[in-house]
């Protein structure tokens, strides 16, 4: 587990592929119990240690993840996620070169539990939920380009699902369309930069990681930036 960031109210991870950062039906160890251990052994807490689960990212995605040490925070963090002021940036890696470097994509999705899957739909159908996310081209090589991208609503599988439907799936993304799978298992989507206002100092937080090793490939010769 690597922490990027810890103070007495929060902290934050780079969460690798595959790992969950809550309990699911897999009974798989979630993040959040990885860092309640890790944080017992760090401070010698005797007793249970708090771990609150602000927000998820998909297990195949890899990136930032925020998780409150305090009651006080999960609140204050809980109500900035739905007020959107967390703002979250990622990096996907996808198949081919859009024909447009930047756009705003926008479309009514819903999503099928039995699937876990998301899937474009009629503004009129049961549970359609409106999804706008806006996105530019930072790399560019022979066969995949980088996309920064910043979403608007937050969707389950939003990014995976619009970026699918342009023709230009996410590296690795077999449930939406890609040619084949990664080695690891995971997706080449980054969770790369998180801003907010810290729930409690009310201080700026700007967090951001490296791209990945495959992303780093592509930077050095076609960036576009």
């Not at 899957?117 to 409106?130: I, L, N, R």
């Amino acid at each position: 587990m690597e922490v990027v960031y810890e103070d007495n109210h929060i902290i934050i991870v780079n969460k690798a592929p595959g790992e969950i950062v809550q309990g699911d039906k897999t009974g798989d160890t979630p993040l959040s119990e990885i860092i309640k251990e890790w944080l017992k052994k760090k401070y010698n807490k005797p007793g249970n240690v708090f771990c609150g689960v602000v927000h998820r990212i998909d297990r195949p995605v890899s990136g930032l993840v925020i998780f409150a040490k305090t009651s006080k925070a999960l609140a204050r963090l809980n109500d900035m996620l739905r007020n959107n002021q967390i703002h979250k940036t990622y990096w996907a890696l996808v198949e081919g070169h859009p024909q447009q470097s930047e756009a705003t994509l926008e479309c009514f999705m819903k999503s099928d539990g039995r699937m876990n899957k998301s899937f474009p739909c009629k503004p009129s159908d049961k549970d359609a939920k409106k999804a706008v996310l806006k996105y530019n081209t930072v790399a560019r090589g022979d066969r995949y380009s980088i996309l920064e991208v910043n979403l608007i609503t937050g969707r389950k599988h939003q990014i995976r699902m619009q970026l699918s439907q342009t023709g230009h799936p996410i590296k690795g993304d077999l449930k939406y369309g890609a040619r084949r799978s990664n080695p690891d298992g995971g997706i080449s989507l980054l969770a790369k930069r998180i801003e907010f206002i810290h729930p409690v100092s009310k201080e700026p937080i700007s967090i951001e990681i490296d791209p990945t090793p495959e992303m780093q490939k592509l930077l050095p010769d076609c960036p576009l930036r």
